[in-house]
């Protein structure tokens, strides 16, 4: 397929090798569709996710990757031998190949912007888009550098293919330079992680690695190991129904309490609105339900994952002391977990930090650690017995058509990828 460009004359003024191929593999990755999909009952959710699977498969058995496997859930394996003899654990990189079902995938036409100039990038096939460096100071670090976005009509997918090209770019230069000192690297590229699945058919035995890091993060430098603690809580809510006509000191009407509850909410802090950094939160996001019997559904956040029982017991003090003005009603409660800080399982194994940290620093990038105010596919498998930490790929804007990304990070991602394998290798 052929993609458009700004300039006819890259190659001339682009003369390194990495950064052309990097262009190469995203501009091709970028314009397979691999949206996944929320209401689908199969593995993967999409079956075009397999589309690029095979691609990939088939780039890496031709830069000589051993053990190359597609399997039939969209799952796509590969090792790479290790060259030095000694023991070293065994690590995994992994991103995803699904795109988010919240903007469209089809037809991804991708632009590369060379040398971005720091003028508006007007996107052409919706001139309502526009990335500005004013909204995006990102951009400023690429001033003279290749940039990346979609046409205007869909996202561009840099959230995951930037993680992916990242990976195949290391794999191809770990392939070609068998005296750079490292174990054994296993690769795993995942369906549906944008919609919450994508560790479900993993291959745990098949991955075989004892770490992993995803390449699946932001901005240049940026380093995650730590996300919320999640629970869902219900609170149901039973009123007394009686006819309207004949309900005098009779009705308790369900709908009054569950308002009277959401009201009684501080109207400072404690909410996603009123909260950042690493405050915690409640968020009432649905109630459903009818004068008899109603359903607040709340979701608890917070890093220290304790306060999940206090939060959770807040609420039910509320909700108790609103129900004493409704005598007859009552409450029920249920409390169900989500997923848990990533950092309660990475605490045990600093070094997947501080290696990290090391080939940053040798890589001559600035090590951000950020809390995600969210939860990842790293946080999954790290508590299922696979401890993994996020690395940044360089994509901003992310699941919009504003999504851009600049080349100069995922190469230098790439290196922060080979210093990595040789930090570990290191005794
Ligand atoms: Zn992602």
Redesign the pocket.
């Known amino acids: 397929m052929q993609a458009k460009t700004q300039q006819t004359n890259v190659s001339q003024t682009l003369s390194s090798p990495r950064i052309l191929s990097l262009i190469d593999r995203f501009m091709r990755y970028v314009q397979l569709d691999t949206q996944s999909d929320p209401h689908s009952h199969t593995h993967p959710s999409t079956a075009k996710q397999k589309i690029l699977g095979a691609l990939l498969a088939q780039e890496l058995t031709q830069m000589g990757a051993a053990e190359v496997w597609a399997d039939e859930y969209g799952y796509v394996y590969a090792s790479i031998p290790a060259t030095v003899q000694t023991a070293v654990p065994v690590l995994a990189f992994c991103s ?1 190949l699904d795109t988010a079902p919240d903007c469209s995938g089809t037809h991804v036409q991708p632009i590369l912007h060379h040398p971005y100039d720091g003028a508006d990038l007007v996107l052409p096939d919706d001139p309502q888009q526009v990335i500005r460096m004013v909204d995006h100071p990102a951009l400023k670090r690429h001033m003279g550098q290749p940039v990346i976005t979609a046409s205007g009509q869909t996202l561009l997918g840099a ?2 293919k930037a ?1 992916v090209a990242i990976i195949m770019e290391f794999a191809q230069h770990l392939l070609t330079h068998p005296t750079i000192p490292h174990g054994l690297i296993k690769l795993v590229f995942t369906p549906d ?2 919609i919450g699945q994508g560790t479900d058919k993993l291959d745990f035995a098949r991955l075989g690695a004892n770490f992993a890091y995803t390449l ?1 993060g932001g901005s240049w430098g940026s380093f995650e190991d730590e996300t919320f603690s999640a629970d869902g809580m219900t609170i149901e809510i039973q009123g007394i129904m009686a006819h309207p006509g004949a309900a005098k000191g009779i009705m308790v009407n369900a709908l009054k309490i569950g308002a009277r509850i959401l009201q009684s909410l501080p109207p400072a802090g404690w909410s996603p609105e009123t909260t950042a950094d690493r405050e915690g939160f409640v968020h009432p996001h649905r109630i459903e339900g009818n004068a008899e019997t109603v359903r607040l559904e709340f979701l608890l956040r917070s890093f220290h994952t304790p306060d999940l029982a206090v939060y959770a017991q807040r609420l039910r003090e509320l909700t108790e002391s609103v129900l004493l003005q409704y005598p007859g009603a009552s409450a029920r409660y249920m409390v169900h977990e989500q997923y848990r800080n990533m950092k309660e399982v990475l605490d045990q194994f600093p070094f997947i930090r501080t290696n990290a940290q090391k080939a940053y620093a040798r890589a001559g990038v600035p090590f951000v650690q950020e809390p995600i105010r969210g939860g990842t596919d790293g946080s999954r498998l790290s508590f299922l017995g696979l401890p993994c930490a996020n690395i940044f790929t360089g994509m901003q804007a ?1 699941h919009g058509k504003q999504e851009w990304v600049g080349v100069a990070d995922m190469s230098s991602a790439v290196d922060v990828l080979l210093e990595l394998v040789q930090v570990w290798a290191d005794k």
Do not use: A, R
């Open positions: 995803h959230d995951d993680g992680e944008e699946d992310i």
